[in-house]
DNA sequence: GTTGGCACTTGGGCATAAAGAGTGCTAACA
DNA sequence: TGTTAGCACTCTTTATGCCCAAGTGCCAAC
């Protein structure tokens, strides 16, 4: 059977009208809502089409019709309408970055804020950790006789501070020595070639040893976690959406949301060049859920990526619309920043 | 009305009832599991008294009875029996803190995981930020043209790390002055008396008065927000407790565990020195549910509060062990990692 | 002060009935 | 050949009545 524009419109439609209701749309409803030069009985044998095709199905014999994965993975990949934020909309996001934040991670904090507000649904961010990060300073200082706070910078930002040990007899002399001939060794290097330092470079440094052991460890751990925190705001939004009025739903998605390195791949998984997202449905896995994200970046740099998780039937125009407005703000602020090179 | 201790008694056999059966207890019930040489009927007379003083209630006309928030007080403070760790438990707390930690945030963590996992409820724990933690060192260093790293350090650990914005014509040894000058007026200096420090000693930086006024600026950013951020585990755990079957109850909850100013708040009222302090109900607002909660410091120095979060009808008893059994561990940690001075 | 007995109240479970929503199919029509 | 009206059929939802089990409160007797 074929696709032809008129089903393709029908099951727009569809999904316009369960993602605004949440309830199985009816031939009748559509013909009084969406066509009413159509009877509902022609439609009706729409409806029976695409449901033979995949894209509908019936709770049971009679009721109306639910769109399934496929059916949302066509609407967002060409059914869906572009929507636009309102003003009101738009001056909510910008006051919520109206208060000049000190680095990046509260900018972050304020847009999965914002971003959950206006959507109303859980949304997280997470920054990237990235192999490709270039190392610009290492920093040592004493803190106690034999602890010291280890600091270690890109470009960018400040991507570790760590504790480690020194030995005590060790003066503060040496070990801004050390620390100076390993920004020496690493500056202008990605992290990733870094680790992959072939050994003999240790003996160089035979009397630091232990200290650029410590180095490698704090730079290691840094990649192998390959994404940092993760930020995430409204996980209760969830039950203000009908489908989740059943404690076993809301159990089992509060669950999967608070699988911290899930929720981390999923953001992380081929969102390298894409401007936005959709990954419909729990692609592997049964679970029933939607996650829609962009990442930002800095000069090119990929930083992390932020987005909103929540059911299957969700207001995607709205949520790419806003993900697009609180990028196109995140953009400017990033690179307002820069500027200040 | 005499509360009597055989009332007492029988009310602490109610409440240990009801909270690990979730059902109204009935008179029959505590007659057949503790009271057997006690009739159904005089028990219920003492029920009956028991309601009169407000103890206890009816859901309905022929239903057991069900603690009322005075109840659950009167429980925590001389009813409940002090119980202790299975051997399991104790070996599953001590497993969670194998691993070492590089820091005190990652060691509150992982308890606030197992505390979690243990009890199964939801954990929480926030690291106070006293005025009266004293500084150690003011270190600055430039990362752009016009842009340094500040980090503020107190005996026992980093407070701040900010990116400030400094003159591009300064020279890094101005810099490093600046910062050299700073430590030397507040090393030994409480928080609440440098921000309260008068205005003239500004006069003597006034090369530096910039970067001075932003080091200002990050310590009292640092003691307004008074407390660090909230440490959160088991969120959805409370969906595990039958009285949370309802998705009105369990939005309620969320909301409650969402507003991260209000659990602060929670967490660091009058927990000076009591060991664990328990808050039954909502205190002034309607909201019922329970925090159990406890301090962990570093030689007499209050690091922070971590606790657990739940119905009214919460396992006092395992709570209450459970936090005894991770804060000697904690204890134990933060010992050792200050013995390394 | 304690107890057994008994009347009374209430919620939960279950079967039945009726109403409502929607579909699929068929026959007729343009 | 596509469209439509009509109708029978299915399935869910809601209401109703009914009965049972669980508990209580009270009273009279011990």
Known sequence: MKLSDRKKKILQYVIDDYIS????????????????????????SELAGLEEMGYLSQPHTSSGRVPSIEAYKLYVAELMDKSKLTGKELGKI???FKDHADNLEEV?????KVISELTDYTSVACAAHSENDVIKKVEIFRHKKNQALLLILT??????????????????????????MMTKLFVGKKL???V??????????????DIFDSVMQA?????????????????????????????????NFLSVISDKDRI????????????ISIKVGGEDDDADYSLVSATYSASGVNLGTYGVIGPLRMDYQKVVSVLEGVGKILENLIKDSDEDD
């Open 192 to 194: 990733g070639e870094i």
């Open 264 to 275: 981390a791949d999923l953001l992380f998984t081929d969102s390298d060049d894409i401007e």
């Open 219 to 251: 730079i290691e751990e840094y990649i192998d976690k390959k994404k940092g925190e993760i930020i995430m705001e409204g996980q209760g939004k969830i039950l203000n959406h009908p489908e989740y009025n059943d404690t076993e739903k809301v159990k």
């Open 155 to 180: 470009e960018n930002t400040l991507i570790r501070d760590k504790f480690i040990s020194v030995p005590p007899q060790m003066t503060d002399g040496q070990i801004a020595e050390a620390a100076e």
């Open 21 to 44: 209701t949440a309830q199985p749309v009816s031939s009748k409803s559509i013909n009084e809502k969406y066509l009413p030069d159509l009877s509902s009985a022609t439609i009706r």
């Open 196 to 209: 992959k330092m072939p050994d003999k470079i240790t003996e160089e440094f035979d009397t630091y040893r």
């Open 108 to 112: 972050v904090q304020n847009a999965v």
């Open 94 to 96: 910008k006051s919520a």
